[in-house]
């Protein structure tokens, strides 16, 4: 033994004794460590008892006793552990440095698409008045339906047709659009069963020619498409409320500089209130500011199918929509064909006049299978970029939520979720305010929110990998 700083180190073992006890105090000094070493090849020992005074243990000082069991005392056992710190404080560095660097970034994204949008709206004026289609794939849509085609009706884009692909419904929706298309002042073009009245995976697409569309939104989607005569294509779905400017503003930005694809906001609308539906409003929210802060980077790989504007010639350049890989999320798989594949860039905007409204879905169980999907969508998308980055961003949350029960070991791992949090909220504030009177969150409502939206998220990760399917759109 040799003592050192007051107390005194074991540095070996030359008994031959089966159990062996450590006392506490040697001459009065306690003993504080257990070199490295110091009961190496001591085969017959089958237990030992540690002090509490002991704060370290070399590594490999019981090397080669192949029978020994321990006895540590509570206390003995935590400061064990805590010669693990430098470990676990390198983790948390690591891990606040790597989620930092990501968030920043998309911090810095979101701002530059803010500021790019302003500069262009100033260049409004200069904009050509092209053709615009607006394509709505419906099915059984009759009480949503009336509100989406008055704000249809109100548009002040002077040049639109609007195409409905009619899903083989079976309510009044049919004759809702036979009365829009008679008094509307825009071509309107009716399509009707054109895709219930053949199988779902009868016609293959995707980029090799070999799969087959997944979905039956995706097939509606194609029909359309090839009837549209526009030079810009405007999606929205028919459970949305548009405003009149919708279509002038989001034809205006597709159509400057480079811009392949515009994507819109798109916000639940405003009622009802209660924590599910104030939910879905923060999360949509986020979820527009992810996709707004990509493209600003030049990694956008999603979007909210409900509100994208598309010039035509970039998806020409793809090969068309047939090009589309079959996809889940077939919006998603549009923009990242688009960006890896032409010269055309992908933008966001949030002008209010570009917002688009939809509805709540009525149940949790209901809003999983929807985010489930979109989380599919990102995480095991065809699109590298897409793939990596929202796998990611689902790891780093993963692992915040794991810090909770590896506190219990080592407290300041709970360092981790108070610094996601705070980049969390400072990172989605532009967003609620981009947002204005379209986000009714109060500030305390939308503080937990922001807590809760990371565990929601992690959820939806461990579903996707513990093999839970979501059910696809039809």
Known sequence: MVFAGGGVVITGYKGQGMSVIIPATIGGRPITAIGEYAFRGCASLTSITIPPSVTTIGRPAFAGCSSLRYDLTSAATSLILNNAVPFFTGLIIAYIAVYSLLHGSLFAGLLKEREREKRLARRSGDTPVPL??????????????????????????????????????????????????RRCGFPVNIMTNVVATEENTA?????????TFVNRKQRALSYGIAQAHGAVLLFTDADCVVGPDWVRVMAQNVCVEHT???????????????????????????????????????????????????????????????????????????????????????????????????????????????????????????????????????????????????????????????????????????????????????????????????????????????????????
């Open 203 to 211: 016609e293959t697409g995707g980029a090799d020619g070999k799969g």
């Open 260 to 474: 392949g694809v515009i994507l819109g906001p798109v916000y639940k609308e405003t009622m009802p209130r209660g924590f599910l539906h104030d939910y879905q409003r923060f999360d949509h929210m986020v979820r527009g500011m992810y996709v707004a802060a990509a493209a600003g980077l030049g990694a956008a790989g999603g979007g909210f199918g409900n509100n994208i504007a598309v010039r035509k010639e970039a998806l020409d350049a793809v090969g068309g929509y047939e090009s589309v890989p079959p996809s889940v999320t077939e919006d998603a798989a549009m923009i990242s064909l688009i960006r890896k594949n032409t010269r055309y860039d992908v933008h966001a905007v949030y002008d209010p006049a570009t917002h688009v409204f939809t509805r709540c879905e009525p149940t949790w169980g209901r809003l999983v299978n929807q985010t489930l999907r979109w989380h599919h969508g990102g995480l095991f998308s065809s699109d590298a970029v897409t793939a990596l980055s929202f796998g990611a961003l689902a790891l780093l949350f993963l692992l915040c939520a794991l810090c909770f029960p590896l506190a219990v070991i080592h407290p300041p791992f709970l360092i981790v979720p108070a610094v996601v949090l705070i980049e969390i909220i400072f990172g989605n504030l532009p967003a609620k305010i981009y947002a204005g009177k379209s986000l009714p969150l109060k500030f305390p409502l939308f503080l937990f929110l922001c807590f809760f939206i990371e565990y929601f998220f992690t959820l939806l990760t461990i579903l996707s990998f513990v093999g839970k399917k979501p059910n696809w759109k039809r």
């Open 132 to 181: 615009v289609s607006v394509v709505i794939p419906i099915r059984n849509e009759e009480v949503s339906l009336p509100v989406l085609l008055a704000g249809l009706e109100a548009q002040t884009w002077p040049d639109i047709e609007f195409i409905f692909i009619d899903d083989g419904s079976t309510d009044s929706s049919p004759a809702l659009l036979e009365d829009f298309k």
